[in-house]
C-alpha cells in the first residue's frame, strides 16, 4: 500500500460534517461559509440533521448540500449516516412519506461484503423512540 503522505498531489482543507442554525449550529448557512472561507478551507458539506441546507455559493470553494440521518440498529445502537449531494425533493418526499421511507430511499444498497446492510436500521430520532 502507498503512503499517501509520501505521493504528489494536492491536499484540500474539507470540512465534511457542519451544521447550521437549521439544526443544532450555532451560525447561519452564510455565516458558516464565511466562516471556513475565511479560515482558507477549500470544500465544506453542510450536513444538518432531516434537513438539507444548500449553502450559498462561493468562488474557489466546493460547497456540497448533504444531510444528517439518525438511524437504530436492531440491536438498539443509535448511529448518524451522512449523506452527500442531495436535492431539495427529497425533502419534499421526506415530508409526504416519513423520515423512514426517505431514509431507505437515499441510503444506497450496501453491499453484505461491507458488514452494512440497511435492513438492520430503523430511521427516526432518538428524542422519538
Known sequence: MTNPFQTEGTWLRCALHAH????DGELQPEALVDHYERAEWNALAVTDHW????????????LVPGIELTCRTDSGIWVDVLVYGL???????????GQATVANSLLPP?????GLMKSWARFGSPASA
Open 20 to 23: 447550521t442554525t437549521r439544526s
Open 110 to 114: 450496501l453491499s453484505p461484503e461491507s
Open 87 to 97: 436535492d431539495r425533493q427529497a425533502m419534499v418526499n421526506a415530508s409526504y412519506f
Open 51 to 62: 434537513t438539507i441546507t444548500r449553502p450559498p455559493a462561493r468562488d474557489g470553494m466546493v
